[in-house]
């Protein structure tokens, strides 16, 4: 019973850091947030060179690309120039997956579907999220994306405070509208 009792103390005390967390930084600090804004993915490869893994962004890139050619042509060269860079064993750009995951690819490569490389993709996205991203939220470069981020923000903020301030500025009238044309 103790145990159970420890156990859901630690329960709430992690949901209480959890809920910190959002309410002093709304907009959440998470990988998609990092990866969505052009300064944060630059900030990230800078950190993933550092720590002789980049492939894995530059592959996770390269398959949002992918995604979004329709021609089964292009679709099938890129696909195949994905697998030699990126998915190979020796590859020059190795990402760590495994063999199923990679076999599963290699055979799609006949006729690539959007979703060729879905799997991968993830486990490459969990992978930088789970082992990379926590050690790049403790650097500089990380605080100084954040502090952007708020900065953009809080500037989005006063402009929309300045438009309802301002309300009048919306219902001016132009003296010629008020002309009939009877």
């Given at each position: 019973?103790?145990?159970?009792?420890?156990?859901?103390?630690?329960?709430?005390?992690?949901t209480m850091?959890?809920?910190e967390t959002y309410e002093t930084n709304p907009w959440g600090d998470s990988l998609e947030t990092v990866l969505s804004q052009k300064s944060g993915r630059?900030?990230?490869?800078?950190?993933?060179k550092l720590e002789f893994c980049e492939e894995n962004l530059e592959f996770w890139l390269a398959c949002?690309?992918?995604?979004?050619f329709?021609?089964?042509?292009?679709?099938?060269?890129i696909a195949a120039s994905i697998y030699e860079e990126f998915i190979r064993e020796g590859s020059p750009k190795q990402v760590n997956l495994d063999s199923y995951t990679r076999e599963t690819i290699r055979q799609s490569l006949e006729e690539p579907g959007s979703s060729c490389f879905a799997m991968a993709e993830r486990k490459i996205f969990i992978l930088m999220e789970n082992c990379s991203f926590?050690?790049?939220?403790e650097t500089e470069p990380y605080k100084l994306f954040l502090n952007s981020i708020s900065k953009q923000r809080?500037?989005?903020?006063?402009?929309?405070?300045m438009r309802i301030k301002s309300p009048v500025e919306d219902f001016k009238v132009n003296p010629l509208h008020?002309?009939?044309k009877d």
């Open positions: 019973m103790y145990g159970f009792l420890k156990k859901s103390k630690t329960a709430v005390k992690d850091k959890i809920q630059s900030a990230f490869r800078d950190f993933l949002k690309e992918y995604r979004s329709d021609c089964l042509e292009e679709r099938t060269q926590p050690r790049f939220t809080d500037l989005k903020k006063k402009r929309m405070a008020l002309v009939s």
